[in-house]
């Protein structure tokens, strides 16, 4: 069947089916099939089908007469009938330079008309009386026309040729003999060679040739039904009966450059390209030498081309191209026309198809209702800052009191109400983005389709939007046809002015979300330029306003504040509300060490204890994020959201709640709101109270405070700070039994663990969506102090085997172990940026240590008297016989290896030595020897160094020396003989 496809819209194409049945896609996803068969038409049952090449919108479709669109197949007109062919049209070509000429064939016979298909010759003069089956023209000579034949006979008649429109015919059919020719094609190359489609194969010749020769590299011997030339990509493509569709280089130009695709920045469309458009020619050129040149020609309203009017063509990336300049822009009407040329390196130039396009009139296109007694319309319309409504029905507003504001970069959501809820309707909306006057398909942002009683749908504006006033186009529709905004449909359209801006600034800022009072704490706006700021801090009791950039809160009152930041830009106003977010203290109560500064024996371990340190107005905040959870139209599940409080220190006291959520409802008296504590408490926050109509609380907040003004009733949206309406509970949507309750207080026994707001619905036939909820939990830590210590480590019990580890961990009481001298302990309790600490300081005395030792070293060891040879009085004859040696003995923390304490001590030869360490504080260390000619050995574990004289014998076990190796202090092995 016969289609067709418009040179510079991919997206427009139109397809056939049997008997000249047409179907038009213009929305480029091969779904949105729209029938245009020409009301009355008959035809055969592959039916000719063709567009005007000098007019490619304008569409021909072939029966019994011909039938004629300039809209691509919209609407249709009949021209005339070639009645001398007796029957439907079976084969058709239309003139490349005069679109005046078309030769039509049934059968046998041939017609030709030279007025666009109104009036017919008849050109058989002499040409066989056997079935034509193709006919074409040459794209340079409308006068040369050539019709090929299907006869099995030996006939030689298989292809015929003229140069004079008909009245003379060739046969051209030479060696091709006895073959059934199907198809054939002329191309544009100077040569004018001629491609046949033949029941076996491709056969080609030059125009003056008198020979055939087989064209069919790698192509299966089988029948070409059809045959196409593309001029960019110089290749010819054939149809086959059974083998699928195959494509080669043209003859000869294999190696010239191929341009494979050829766009405009605007391709034409119904309503586009308008005038005023920029229009910029884009090629894909694929060369394996180097392009020297490669250029746009262009003309206006015939396809004549010159030197003159040419555009050079750079490469932008890869192997694509784009024209330096955009075409010239002329009046609405005119029809422009445009080729590429690519040359290579070998003089090889490749020229594109002649493509054309028409300008129209920049406007915007009708669109209307069409149901004058409003039947189906559209009641209200709300979209960013605009609400519309309710309306009476007109088939057609247009809207432009009140902007529609948007910025680029944002989300934005459009909901049309509907007159009738019929599950047929649609709602559509498009924003003409570029300002070109024209709703692209690109720009249709919501397309709700079969939607009921409204219509709704979110979008976000691209940063490539026109700034400035553009249009938004809204239709209610039924059944209609949505790839174009304009036409009349059963319905309503409205359109909007549209306001677009840059993005919205980014408003931020940086400081310390805690502080203590009268601490200089400096709050900094860090987000866009703007052109002015203003900040509101407030706790619902104390406010206070800045127009700096800087903000310091050293005067703030006691208390829990939100930040709004107002800022000013594009002569628009901007606001972030950042809830909760600054809390400002008491400073902690004063820290007092009750121990005094003593002397402390060596080797003790010290309790201290402090008072005082407690901390005030503690905060932790936890955020749902985005829930949008439908709320069940009167269901006593409702829906929640648990928000996980952990990590409060155990002895952390509760002193607020404060809960806040969104919620839009269609009747907001139904929203029932409840939070539920870690201890199975639950309490009423929001019970059945706000207008009755559609509503929505919006950042509203519910605190335990009891001093906030009770939760309004009357207006909507419902925003700001209230306390619980607990006391009016009785009859809630959701079963609590005996947990329920209405003191806050309740709640507060617990602080980790599952918080959990819940929503429900509690009357019928409305509905409602829970956005977002978040928990802020002020509470105080008493006696919130921590220790640190300098030469001592610290500890939570008398014995010193459990260590201290902050944070969270808040003991009173605390257990110091000194490693020095001149030990420092102190308690702190801190709070932002402001402390209140305390310390003590001990002074320990020095411990003269003794560690008697037994150890043999060899070298020196008897093993007859199992004793050690008196080798120091061999060396002096002064020392005492029984001296062995003189060793260094070196005492090692426990766990840094770091030496402590030295003392040289004299081994005896029976193996005994007694060395004495002065001011070693108590603990546990390694005993090290080391000595001449032998290799430093260490105990085999740390030993408690203290006031009493310690004994260590090497001998008893190998095990009690250590054989260990410690990169880190480059130690060696060591050994001593038993």
Known sequence: MEGIVLPLNPDYMIGSTQNGGRGRYVDGTGNGRTGITPPGQTASWVAPLFYDPNNQMTVYSLGTKVHKSTDFGTTWVDLGTPSTLGGDVDTAAIAENNSNIMVLTNGSEIVRSDDGGNTFVNIKNGLPSNSITDVAFDPTDDATIIVTYDSYQNNGQKIYVTHNSGLTWQNITYNLGNMPIYSVVIDHTNDSTIYAGAAIGIYKKTMEATTWTLYNTDLPNVAIEDLEISYGSNTIKAATWGRGLWEYSLANRNTFPAIVKTSITHPPTFMTPKTGSQQFVTSVIEYTGTLTSVQVKWAVNTPTFNNINVIPMSLVSGNTWRSNFALPDFSAGTKVFFKVFATGSNSDTTETYKFMYELRLNEVCAASGENVSGALSMTSFSCANLTNGPTVYNAYTNYTTTPIVMHKGSTYTATGIFNQGWGSNDFIVWIDFDNNNNFEITERVVLDLDTGGSGTGSFTIPDTAAEGNVRMRVRLGYWGDYFEACGTTLGEVEDYLVTIYPAKPTITFSGNDTACQSTSNELTYTGTSVDSISWVVTNGTNTYNFTSNIVNTAAFAVGTYTITLNVVKYGLPFSAVFANYLTISD??????????????????????????????????????????????????????????????????????????????????????????????????????????????????????????????????????????????????????????????????????????????????????????????????????????????????DPAGLVAYSPPGNYPTTIYAKPTGQSVVVTATASLGSCAKSDFVVYTVAPCMAMVNMKLHIEGYFDSVTDGMRSVKNNQDDISPSDEVEDLTIELRDSETYTMVASTVATLHTDGTLNAVFNSVPGGSYYIVVKGRNMVQTWSASPQVIGATPLTYDFTTAASKHMVRICIQLQLEFGHLQR
Not at 677 to 684: D, H, M, R, T, V
Not at 705 to 734: C, E, F, M, Q, V
Not at 757 to 778: Q, R, W, Y
Request: net charge negative; charged share 10%; hydrophobic share 40%.
């Open 587 to 796: 400073p902690p109560t004063n820290v007092d060490i009750t121990n005094a500064n003593e002397n402390i024996a060596c080797g003790s371990i010290k309790m201290i204890s402090a008072t005082g340190g407690s901390i005030t107005g503690n905060t932790i905040t936890i955020n749902s994020g985005v829930l949008n959870l439908a709320l069940p139209d009167n269901s006593a599940v409702g829906v929640s959201k648990v928000l996980a409080v952990s990590g409060l220190p155990s002895t952390a006291i509760i002193t607020k709640v404060n809960v806040g959520f969104n919620i839009n409802h269609a009747w907001l008296k139904d929203v029932e709101v409840v939070l539920g504590a870690p201890n199975g408490k639950y309490i009423a926050l929001a019970a059945d109270q706000g207008p009755n109509g559609v509503g929505a609380f919006v950042n509203t907040m519910i605190t335990s405070d009891n001093t906030a003004a009770a939760l309004s009733t009357l207006a909507t949206p419902i925003t700001g700070t209230y306390r619980a309406n607990a006391t009016i509970a009785s009859g809630l949507k959701g079963s609590f039994g005996t947990n329920l309750t209405s003191t806050f207080s309740d709640l507060f026994s617990v602080v980790n663990g599952n918080w959990t707001v819940l929503a429900f619905d509690d009357g019928v036939n409305d509905l409602g969506t829970f956005v977002d909820c978040s928990i802020t939990i002020t509470y105080t830590i008493p006696n919130a102090i921590t220790w640190s210590a300098t030469n001592a480590n610290l500890y939570t």
